[in-house]
Protein backbone atom coordinates (compact mmCIF):
# COMPACT_ATOMS: atom_id res chain seq x y z
CA UNK A 1 0.00 0.00 0.00
CA UNK A 2 3.53 2.30 0.88
CA UNK A 3 4.51 1.80 -2.43
CA UNK A 4 1.57 2.22 -4.26
CA UNK A 5 0.94 6.19 -2.10
CA UNK A 6 4.02 6.59 -3.51
CA UNK A 7 3.78 6.33 -6.67
CA UNK A 8 0.74 8.48 -6.67
CA UNK A 9 2.87 10.97 -5.51
CA UNK A 10 5.16 11.36 -8.25
CA UNK A 11 2.59 12.44 -10.37
CA UNK A 12 3.34 15.81 -9.47
CA UNK A 13 6.44 17.81 -11.67
CA UNK A 14 8.36 20.88 -11.64
CA UNK A 15 6.14 23.78 -13.28
CA UNK A 16 9.02 24.75 -15.39
CA UNK A 17 8.66 21.73 -17.53
CA UNK A 18 5.20 22.25 -17.83
CA UNK A 19 5.66 26.03 -18.96
CA UNK A 20 8.01 24.46 -21.38
CA UNK A 21 5.59 22.74 -23.24
CA UNK A 22 3.26 25.78 -23.25
CA UNK A 23 5.57 27.68 -25.20
CA UNK A 24 6.24 25.12 -27.56
CA UNK A 25 2.65 24.54 -28.26
CA UNK A 26 2.43 28.22 -28.87
CA UNK A 27 5.74 28.34 -30.92
CA UNK A 28 4.64 25.31 -33.09
CA UNK A 29 0.99 26.46 -33.18
CA UNK A 30 2.38 29.95 -34.78
CA UNK A 31 4.54 28.21 -37.33
CA UNK A 32 1.72 26.04 -38.77
CA UNK A 33 -0.17 29.31 -39.21
CA UNK A 34 2.67 30.74 -40.73
CA UNK A 35 2.59 27.69 -43.44
CA UNK A 36 -0.86 29.27 -44.39
CA UNK A 37 0.60 32.79 -44.30
CA UNK A 38 3.15 32.42 -46.46
CA UNK A 39 0.96 29.94 -48.83
CA UNK A 40 3.22 27.20 -49.43
CA UNK A 41 2.16 24.84 -51.55
CA UNK A 42 2.24 21.52 -52.88
CA UNK A 43 4.28 18.69 -50.76
CA UNK A 44 6.11 21.50 -48.54
CA UNK A 45 3.16 22.44 -47.15
CA UNK A 46 1.63 18.80 -46.43
CA UNK A 47 4.49 18.20 -45.27
CA UNK A 48 4.93 20.94 -42.97
CA UNK A 49 1.30 20.66 -41.70
CA UNK A 50 1.83 16.90 -40.87
CA UNK A 51 5.29 17.61 -39.11
CA UNK A 52 3.86 20.68 -36.84
CA UNK A 53 0.47 18.90 -36.28
CA UNK A 54 2.33 15.44 -35.04
CA UNK A 55 4.68 17.85 -32.76
CA UNK A 56 1.61 19.25 -30.96
CA UNK A 57 -0.15 16.40 -30.58
CA UNK A 58 3.29 14.23 -29.12
CA UNK A 59 4.07 17.27 -26.76
CA UNK A 60 0.10 17.31 -25.36
CA UNK A 61 -0.15 13.78 -24.77
CA UNK A 62 3.24 12.98 -23.35
CA UNK A 63 3.47 15.53 -21.43
CA UNK A 64 0.27 17.60 -20.60
CA UNK A 65 -1.71 13.89 -20.10
CA UNK A 66 1.50 12.51 -18.48
CA UNK A 67 1.49 9.79 -20.82
CA UNK A 68 5.28 9.85 -20.50
CA UNK A 69 5.01 9.20 -17.32
CA UNK A 70 2.85 6.30 -17.27
CA UNK A 71 3.34 2.93 -17.28
CA UNK A 72 3.46 0.98 -20.46
CA UNK A 73 0.23 -1.13 -19.74
CA UNK A 74 -1.75 2.19 -19.83
CA UNK A 75 0.55 3.55 -22.97
CA UNK A 76 0.64 0.83 -24.85
CA UNK A 77 -3.39 0.10 -24.25
CA UNK A 78 -3.79 3.42 -26.11
CA UNK A 79 -1.33 3.70 -29.04
CA UNK A 80 -1.59 0.48 -30.18
CA UNK A 81 -5.03 1.28 -31.33
CA UNK A 82 -4.11 3.84 -33.56
CA UNK A 83 -2.89 1.05 -35.90
CA UNK A 84 -6.03 0.30 -36.77
CA UNK A 85 -6.95 4.05 -37.51
CA UNK A 86 -3.69 4.26 -39.90
CA UNK A 87 -4.83 1.14 -41.52
CA UNK A 88 -8.67 2.44 -41.97
CA UNK A 89 -6.45 5.63 -43.49
CA UNK A 90 -5.19 3.94 -45.72
CA UNK A 91 -8.06 1.78 -46.99
CA UNK A 92 -10.01 4.62 -47.77
CA UNK A 93 -7.20 6.69 -49.46
CA UNK A 94 -7.08 3.71 -52.32
CA UNK A 95 -10.86 4.03 -52.05
CA UNK A 96 -11.54 7.65 -52.71
CA UNK A 97 -8.72 7.16 -55.41
CA UNK A 98 -10.90 4.72 -57.34
CA UNK A 99 -14.09 6.85 -56.82
CA UNK A 100 -12.65 9.68 -58.16
CA UNK A 101 -10.99 7.75 -60.95
CA UNK A 102 -14.28 5.96 -62.09
CA UNK A 103 -16.03 9.68 -62.00
CA UNK A 104 -13.75 11.22 -63.88
CA UNK A 105 -13.66 7.75 -66.72
CA UNK A 106 -17.35 8.35 -67.00
CA UNK A 107 -17.49 11.83 -66.99
CA UNK A 108 -15.10 11.61 -70.47
CA UNK A 109 -16.66 8.28 -71.96
CA UNK A 110 -20.45 8.79 -70.83
CA UNK A 111 -22.67 6.57 -68.60
CA UNK B 1 -12.12 -2.66 -10.38
CA UNK B 2 -8.70 -1.10 -10.15
CA UNK B 3 -7.91 -0.49 -5.94
CA UNK B 4 -5.33 1.15 -4.95
CA UNK B 5 -4.86 -1.43 -1.92
CA UNK B 6 -3.80 -4.70 -3.96
CA UNK B 7 -2.03 -6.82 -1.12
CA UNK B 8 1.68 -7.09 -2.09
CA UNK B 9 1.47 -5.12 -5.55
CA UNK B 10 4.99 -3.60 -6.36
CA UNK B 11 4.82 -1.29 -9.30
CA UNK B 12 7.95 -1.70 -11.93
CA UNK B 13 8.44 0.35 -14.29
CA UNK B 14 9.12 -0.41 -18.39
CA UNK B 15 8.07 -3.95 -19.81
CA UNK B 16 8.51 -5.62 -16.37
CA UNK B 17 5.83 -3.10 -14.90
CA UNK B 18 3.65 -3.81 -18.18
CA UNK B 19 3.86 -7.79 -17.99
CA UNK B 20 3.17 -7.54 -13.97
CA UNK B 21 0.20 -5.34 -14.35
CA UNK B 22 -1.62 -7.54 -17.99
CA UNK B 23 -0.59 -10.97 -17.21
CA UNK B 24 -1.19 -11.59 -13.24
CA UNK B 25 -4.59 -12.93 -13.34
CA UNK B 26 -5.88 -10.21 -11.46
CA UNK B 27 -6.84 -6.88 -12.47
CA UNK B 28 -5.54 -4.49 -15.04
CA UNK B 29 -4.04 -0.69 -14.23
CA UNK B 30 -3.36 -1.59 -10.32
CA UNK B 31 -2.87 1.12 -8.25
CA UNK B 32 -4.57 3.31 -11.25
CA UNK B 33 -8.10 5.19 -10.06
CA UNK B 34 -10.38 3.60 -11.84
CA UNK B 35 -11.70 6.71 -13.11
CA UNK B 36 -8.75 7.65 -14.57
CA UNK B 37 -8.54 4.01 -16.53
CA UNK B 38 -12.31 4.67 -17.45
CA UNK B 39 -11.39 8.41 -19.01
CA UNK B 40 -8.46 6.96 -20.91
CA UNK B 41 -10.97 4.14 -22.50
CA UNK B 42 -13.48 7.05 -23.48
CA UNK B 43 -10.97 9.10 -24.84
CA UNK B 44 -9.44 6.08 -26.94
CA UNK B 45 -13.26 5.54 -28.03
CA UNK B 46 -14.09 9.30 -28.70
CA UNK B 47 -10.57 9.40 -30.92
CA UNK B 48 -12.50 6.39 -33.21
CA UNK B 49 -15.31 8.82 -33.30
CA UNK B 50 -12.94 11.75 -34.59
CA UNK B 51 -11.27 9.38 -36.59
CA UNK B 52 -13.86 8.21 -38.86
CA UNK B 53 -15.45 12.03 -39.26
CA UNK B 54 -11.92 12.95 -40.43
CA UNK B 55 -11.31 10.03 -42.60
CA UNK B 56 -15.21 10.61 -43.83
CA UNK B 57 -14.05 13.85 -44.71
CA UNK B 58 -10.62 12.80 -46.55
CA UNK B 59 -12.40 10.47 -48.24
CA UNK B 60 -15.03 13.02 -49.70
CA UNK B 61 -12.66 15.87 -50.17
CA UNK B 62 -10.38 12.99 -52.26
CA UNK B 63 -13.26 11.63 -54.12
CA UNK B 64 -14.95 15.03 -55.80
CA UNK B 65 -14.25 16.60 -58.64
CA UNK B 66 -15.42 19.68 -58.14
CA UNK B 67 -12.47 22.23 -56.51
CA UNK B 68 -12.69 22.36 -53.19
CA UNK B 69 -13.44 25.50 -51.50
CA UNK B 70 -10.15 27.72 -50.24
CA UNK B 71 -10.20 27.15 -46.24
CA UNK B 72 -7.46 30.09 -46.18
CA UNK B 73 -10.34 32.22 -48.07
CA UNK B 74 -13.27 31.13 -46.34
CA UNK B 75 -12.15 31.18 -43.08
CA UNK B 76 -10.73 35.00 -43.66
CA UNK B 77 -11.49 37.68 -41.71
CA UNK B 78 -11.71 41.44 -43.15
CA UNK B 79 -10.46 43.59 -40.51
CA UNK B 80 -9.09 47.51 -40.38
CA UNK B 81 -9.51 46.89 -44.47
CA UNK B 82 -6.90 44.11 -44.78
CA UNK B 83 -7.69 40.50 -45.42
CA UNK B 84 -6.29 38.03 -42.93
CA UNK B 85 -5.88 34.56 -43.92
CA UNK B 86 -7.17 32.17 -41.03
CA UNK B 87 -7.13 34.46 -38.67
CA UNK B 88 -10.11 34.24 -36.24
CA UNK B 89 -9.12 30.24 -36.13
CA UNK B 90 -5.41 30.74 -35.78
CA UNK B 91 -7.04 32.96 -32.61
CA UNK B 92 -9.38 30.32 -31.64
CA UNK B 93 -6.36 27.53 -31.87
CA UNK B 94 -4.08 30.46 -29.47
CA UNK B 95 -7.48 30.54 -26.68
CA UNK B 96 -7.67 26.70 -26.69
CA UNK B 97 -3.63 26.07 -25.89
CA UNK B 98 -3.83 28.66 -23.21
CA UNK B 99 -6.43 26.85 -21.63
CA UNK B 100 -4.91 23.60 -22.02
CA UNK B 101 -1.62 24.78 -20.51
CA UNK B 102 -3.81 27.00 -17.30
CA UNK B 103 -5.43 22.95 -17.01
CA UNK B 104 -2.17 21.66 -17.18
CA UNK B 105 -1.01 23.56 -14.03
CA UNK B 106 -4.05 23.09 -12.53
CA UNK B 107 -3.55 19.44 -12.51
CA UNK B 108 -0.68 20.14 -10.71
CA UNK B 109 -1.67 22.53 -7.98
CA UNK B 110 -4.24 20.05 -7.60
CA UNK B 111 -1.94 17.06 -6.62
CA UNK B 112 0.05 19.70 -5.03
CA UNK B 113 -3.07 20.52 -2.45
CA UNK B 114 -3.11 24.12 -3.33
CA UNK B 115 -6.81 24.69 -3.02
CA UNK B 116 -6.77 28.34 -4.12
CA UNK B 117 -3.98 28.31 -6.62
CA UNK B 118 -6.20 24.74 -8.55
CA UNK B 119 -9.65 26.18 -8.77
CA UNK B 120 -8.45 29.81 -10.16
CA UNK B 121 -6.49 28.17 -12.58
CA UNK B 122 -9.70 25.45 -13.74
CA UNK B 123 -11.75 28.99 -13.46
CA UNK B 124 -9.25 30.01 -16.51
CA UNK B 125 -9.31 27.12 -18.36
CA UNK B 126 -13.25 27.10 -18.33
CA UNK B 127 -13.28 30.97 -19.21
CA UNK B 128 -10.65 29.66 -22.01
CA UNK B 129 -13.45 27.45 -23.43
CA UNK B 130 -16.11 29.99 -23.22
CA UNK B 131 -13.96 32.17 -25.40
CA UNK B 132 -13.56 29.81 -28.04
CA UNK B 133 -16.98 27.99 -28.48
CA UNK B 134 -18.17 31.92 -28.60
CA UNK B 135 -15.71 32.57 -31.43
CA UNK B 136 -16.96 29.21 -33.23
CA UNK B 137 -20.69 30.64 -32.91
CA UNK B 138 -19.55 33.86 -34.57
CA UNK B 139 -17.58 31.96 -37.21
CA UNK B 140 -20.77 29.53 -38.04
CA UNK B 141 -23.23 32.33 -38.18
CA UNK B 142 -20.51 34.06 -40.46
CA UNK B 143 -20.50 31.26 -42.60
CA UNK B 144 -24.52 30.74 -42.48
CA UNK B 145 -25.13 34.48 -43.66
CA UNK B 146 -22.57 33.82 -46.17
CA UNK B 147 -24.85 30.94 -47.70
CA UNK B 148 -22.74 27.91 -46.43
CA UNK B 149 -25.32 25.03 -45.92
CA UNK B 150 -24.52 21.28 -45.35
CA UNK B 151 -26.07 20.42 -48.81
CA UNK B 152 -24.30 23.80 -50.87
CA UNK B 153 -22.18 26.87 -50.65
CA UNK B 154 -21.24 29.34 -52.70
CA UNK B 155 -17.51 28.77 -52.95
CA UNK B 156 -17.17 25.35 -54.31
CA UNK B 157 -17.65 21.58 -53.92
CA UNK B 158 -21.16 21.51 -51.96
CA UNK B 159 -20.14 18.85 -49.40
CA UNK B 160 -17.88 21.00 -47.96
CA UNK B 161 -20.55 22.49 -45.52
CA UNK B 162 -21.50 19.23 -44.37
CA UNK B 163 -18.18 17.74 -43.23
CA UNK B 164 -17.31 21.80 -41.89
CA UNK B 165 -20.55 21.55 -39.56
CA UNK B 166 -20.09 18.10 -38.76
CA UNK B 167 -16.60 17.93 -37.48
CA UNK B 168 -16.33 21.59 -35.74
CA UNK B 169 -20.25 21.24 -34.52
CA UNK B 170 -18.90 17.68 -32.78
CA UNK B 171 -16.03 18.94 -31.83
CA UNK B 172 -17.83 22.56 -30.36
CA UNK B 173 -20.02 20.01 -28.17
CA UNK B 174 -17.18 18.28 -26.56
CA UNK B 175 -16.01 21.68 -25.62
CA UNK B 176 -19.08 22.99 -24.41
CA UNK B 177 -19.43 20.05 -22.03
CA UNK B 178 -16.06 20.49 -20.87
CA UNK B 179 -16.94 24.29 -19.95
CA UNK B 180 -19.83 23.21 -17.91
CA UNK B 181 -17.53 20.71 -16.11
CA UNK B 182 -15.09 23.02 -15.99
CA UNK B 183 -17.13 25.26 -13.87
CA UNK B 184 -18.50 22.07 -11.76
CA UNK B 185 -15.53 21.62 -10.84
CA UNK B 186 -13.80 25.20 -10.18
CA UNK B 187 -17.11 25.76 -7.70
CA UNK B 188 -16.13 21.90 -6.20
CA UNK B 189 -12.56 23.09 -5.80
CA UNK B 190 -13.28 26.45 -4.18
CA UNK B 191 -15.69 24.57 -1.67
CA UNK B 192 -12.89 22.44 -0.85
CA UNK B 193 -14.62 19.06 -1.83
CA UNK B 194 -11.73 17.41 -2.91
CA UNK B 195 -9.85 18.56 0.15
CA UNK B 196 -12.38 17.13 2.44
CA UNK B 197 -13.09 14.02 0.62
CA UNK B 198 -17.07 15.15 0.08
CA UNK B 199 -19.07 12.54 -2.31
CA UNK B 200 -19.82 13.68 -5.66
CA UNK B 201 -23.62 13.33 -6.92
CA UNK B 202 -23.43 10.35 -8.55
CA UNK B 203 -20.95 8.34 -6.88
CA UNK B 204 -20.17 7.12 -3.88
CA UNK B 205 -16.97 7.91 -4.62
CA UNK B 206 -15.02 10.30 -1.92
CA UNK B 207 -13.38 13.61 -3.56
CA UNK B 208 -10.06 13.59 -4.28
CA UNK B 209 -7.66 15.58 -6.62
CA UNK B 210 -7.64 12.95 -8.78
CA UNK B 211 -10.84 13.96 -10.49
CA UNK B 212 -8.96 17.23 -11.19
CA UNK B 213 -6.67 14.83 -13.36
CA UNK B 214 -9.44 13.08 -14.95
CA UNK B 215 -10.90 16.38 -15.82
CA UNK B 216 -7.67 17.51 -17.22
CA UNK B 217 -7.13 14.40 -19.76
CA UNK B 218 -10.90 15.17 -20.78
CA UNK B 219 -9.96 18.91 -21.31
CA UNK B 220 -6.37 18.23 -23.29
CA UNK B 221 -7.90 15.79 -25.58
CA UNK B 222 -10.49 18.21 -26.82
CA UNK B 223 -6.84 20.54 -27.51
CA UNK B 224 -5.67 17.08 -29.24
CA UNK B 225 -8.30 16.73 -31.56
CA UNK B 226 -8.73 20.38 -32.09
CA UNK B 227 -4.92 20.37 -33.48
CA UNK B 228 -5.87 17.54 -35.88
CA UNK B 229 -9.02 19.48 -37.20
CA UNK B 230 -7.27 22.84 -37.67
CA UNK B 231 -4.24 20.91 -39.79
CA UNK B 232 -6.53 18.49 -42.15
CA UNK B 233 -9.77 21.06 -42.25
CA UNK B 234 -7.98 24.24 -42.05
CA UNK B 235 -4.95 24.56 -43.20
CA UNK B 236 -4.44 21.33 -45.34
Not at chain 1, 36 to 61: E, H, N, P
Not at chain 2, 29 to 46: N, Q, R
Not at chain 2, 92 to 108: C, D, E, N, Q, R
Not at chain 2, 211 to 230: K, N, P, R, S, T
Request: hydrophobic residues 50%; contains cysteine.
Amino acid sequence: MDETKKQEQTTTHKIGIYLWIWGLLFVLSFFSYMVDWYQFQGLLRWSLILIFMFLKAGLIMAFFMHLFWERYALVNVLLWPMTAIACFIFLMVAEFEYTVFTRIFYFVVGG
Amino acid sequence: MSDPKIEGYVFKPGFKGMADDTGSDQTMFKGVHWGKAMMWIFLLSDTFIFSCFLISYMKGRGSTIIDWPNPSEVFGLHVFGVDVPLLLIAIMTFVLITSSGTMALAVKYGYEKNRKMCGWLILATAIGGLTFVGMQAFEWSKLIHEGVRPWENPFGAPQFGSFFFMITGFHGTHVSIGVIFLFIYAYKTFKGHYDEGKRGWFTTMKGDYVEIEILGLYWHFVDLVWVFIFAFFYLW
